[in-house]
């Protein structure tokens, strides 16, 4: 289904209401890594419940809608992904915080 991007979105000043409390929650948790850890976890299984359960059944089932799709996601920003730290980046970014740093002849 095609949508004029001039037109205003419905949902975004939902949407925008939402981020800011989600954002206002996380201040408030801030320096308390286990409650940060937490919103991150349920971004992630909210983030994957919406992607497996609302979008990609809709998907569009003729070439000409998917193309629409496809040229939007290119347009505006792709598929929309939330990012894991790797471990080790963590591990380094701990050592680094607590004065460790890399040995550079390793």
């Given at each position: 289904?095609?949508?004029?991007?001039?037109?205003?979105?419905?949902?975004?000043?939902?949407?925008?209401?939402?981020?800011?409390?989600?954002?206002?929650?996380?201040?408030?948790?801030?320096?308390?890594?286990?409650?940060?850890?937490?919103?991150?976890?349920?971004?992630?299984?909210?983030?994957?419940?919406?992607r497996d359960d609302l979008f990609l059944p809709h998907l569009p089932?003729?070439?000409?809608?998917?193309?629409?799709?496809?040229?939007?996601?290119?347009?505006?920003?792709?598929?929309?992904?939330?990012?894991?730290?790797?471990?080790?980046?963590?591990?380094?970014?701990?050592?680094?915080?607590?004065?460790?740093?890399?040995?550079?002849?390793?």
């Open positions: 289904m095609e949508r004029d991007h001039n037109a205003p979105n419905p949902c975004e000043a939902e949407l925008t209401r939402l981020l800011a409390a989600l954002l206002d929650l996380a201040h408030q948790q801030e320096g308390d890594s286990l409650a940060t850890l937490n919103i991150l976890r349920s971004l992630s299984a909210t983030h994957a419940q919406i089932t003729t070439r000409h809608d998917l193309a629409n799709l496809l040229r939007d996601m290119e347009e505006t920003g792709g598929w929309p992904f939330i990012e894991r730290m790797r471990l080790q980046a963590l591990l380094i970014n701990l050592d680094w915080q607590m004065g460790i740093y890399p040995d550079p002849e390793k």
